[in-house]
């Protein structure tokens, strides 16, 4: 485990250069959260000042790269990681909770990804709190698995999810289907 502390937007691109170099051990990458690299981004655009138009562009593009590169690490040619992680703060403001991501990247970030999934806890009548990740939308949620692979096995909720074994899942839906 490595973790990299993001104080502004310079870090990220050190960061993906490194990982994209294929010499590190690793086998998945998390980002958390992305909703504050895109505030660090903000901040190396337009500093403490209001973002103009033109600020608002080069902010799209830069972290639709970001997001794009660092997802194109299961690619690599040499060595790819098993899965790309992105975390968001969510925003229930428009009536649909979702990911709390400013622009026009609140818009085109779950074309990027193949699950998009909503974490929370929930109560058993026993009492017990139990995590649960929504991947097909309900109510007012904003979900997705692009695959159907876990939805198929799974449903529109996974309890307790673990990366690993949502992998192992996937890869053999995949491989079986």
């Known amino acids: ?11 990220m691109s050190t960061t993906d250069a490194w990982l994209n170099s294929g010499k590190h051990p690793f086998k998945s990458v998390g980002i958390d959260s992305i909703t504050e690299v895109q505030k660090r981004c903000r901040d190396f655009l337009g500093g403490n000042d209001t973002l103009t138009e ?32 992105f975390i968001a703060l969510s925003d229930p403001r428009s009536g649909r909770v979702k990911p709390a991501i400013q622009g026009g990247l ?6 990027y990804v193949d699950l998009e999934g909503y974490l929370y806890t929930e109560q058993t009548p026993e009492g017990e709190n139990i995590r649960k990740l929504l991947i097909n939308p309900v109510g007012n949620f904003q979900a997705k698995d692009r695959t159907h692979v876990l939805t198929a096995h799974y449903g529109a909720a996974i309890i307790n999810p673990d990366i690993e074994e949502m992998l192992f899942v996937y890869n053999e839906g995949v491989n079986n289907g």
């Open 1 to 11: 485990t490595c973790y990299v502390a993001v104080k502004d937007f310079q870090v």
């Open 54 to 85: 033109r600020n608002w562009g080069d902010l799209l593009i830069k972290m639709e790269n970001l997001i794009r590169y660092y997802r194109d690490l299961t690619f690599h040619p040499v060595h790819p990681v098993e899965s790309v992680t």
């Open 106 to 111: 609140s818009i085109s970030l779950p074309g």
